[in-house]
């Protein structure tokens, strides 16, 4: 239960967050993780090899919060890149915050970390601090009411800003030291991007949306094959949000499918041109692009 300053790093050499569509995702493994847990999200950085987070756990659940966003994160970084070996160099490191002085003590430095890396901090997206100033971010709303928490605390987001921007002697990195600018793709929740594609996929095989989302026992539809296939290959989404998403109860199913889909590329040229109509049309499309 309380408050909880967690960090971890990656594994060996190399950065933890390559692109925005590894950002997004543990973002959104954020949000879904804390609707499950009720873990709440007060804070947060997203550094090259590492991350910080500020978590409030009103009843406890921390580890299975954890557990949640790392496994699935390890799970897409292995695929992502067809690494071996642990993704993360330990489970986590956990500082509980016992006081109100040290829980916004936690905040500044959480928001002041991108500093080390010569970041603007108020344009830098994949931190709180936008957030903690501004009510919003690059990122889910529950994410968003979350980081009310601190910023109340301070007074409001004006004292905030002033509390986090005004160097202290003890301070390794100046305000003055921040001025690289890193541009950030929009938010689009997952869910909408899919369902863009879905729909697609059924106009342009005359069906409707639903068999293409359902699985249904017995039944075989083309235009659900190829919407499955095309969202693999994109790679914007985690294997455990396609499953979610196709309604496949394992992965071993989604794994199933994908290797019939590739089979039936080589085989049928009918359903090679509907995976490339698909593709094309739904890379094609605003919400897609804007991702």
């Keep these: 239960m309380g408050w909880h300053h967690v960090t971890n790093h990656v594994a060996g050499e190399g950065n933890l ?37 500020i978590l409030h756990c009103p009843d406890g659940r921390l580890s299975e919060f954890m557990q949640l966003v790392e496994s699935v994160y390890a799970r897409y970084f292995i ?21 109100d002085e040290q829980l916004l003590v936690t905040a500044r430095y959480v928001d002041r970390n991108g500093l080390e890396l ?49 160097d202290g002697q003890s301070d390794k990195f100046s305000i003055r030291d921040g001025r ?33 989302t359902e699985s249904r026992s017995g039944a075989r539809s083309d235009a659900r094959l190829a919407a499955v296939f095309v969202a693999h290959n994109s790679r914007i989404a985690s294997v455990d949000e396609l499953c979610e998403f196709f309604s496949y109860a394992a992965r071993s199913s989604l794994s199933s499918a994908i290797a019939r889909a590739s089979r039936r590329l080589e085989t049928h040229l009918e359903f090679r041109a509907l995976v490339e109509s698909i593709d094309f049309t739904w890379r094609d499309s605003p919400l897609r692009q804007a991702s």
């Excluded at 925005?20 to 950085?45: I, N, P």
């Excluded at 070996?85 to 986590?92: E, I, K, S, Y």
């Excluded at 541009?183 to 639903?210: D, N, Q, R, Y």
């Design 17 to 53: 967050f390559l692109k925005d569509d590894d950002r997004h995702l543990f973002m959104r493994l954020l949000a879904s993780a804390s609707a499950r847990t009720g873990v709440q999200v007060a804070g947060f950085c997203l550094m090259g090899n590492h991350f910080h987070l």
């Design 79 to 99: 695929t992502q890149r067809g690494y071996r070996g642990p993704v993360f160099v330990d489970r986590f490191h956990n500082t509980i915050i016992m006081s």
């Design 118 to 166: 010569g970041l603007d901090i108020a344009r830098y997206a994949w931190s709180s601090f936008p957030t903690h100033v501004t009510g919003s971010g690059n990122h889910a709303l529950s994410i968003s009411r979350s980081c009310e928490l601190p910023v109340r605390l301070a007074g409001g987001a004006s004292a905030y800003r002033t509390f986090v921007c005004t």
């Design 180 to 212: 690289r600018v890193v541009p950030a793709t929009p938010f689009a929740p997952i869910e909408e991007l899919l369902i863009e594609l879905a729909v697609v996929a059924s106009s342009f095989a005359g069906a409707e949306v639903a068999p293409v």
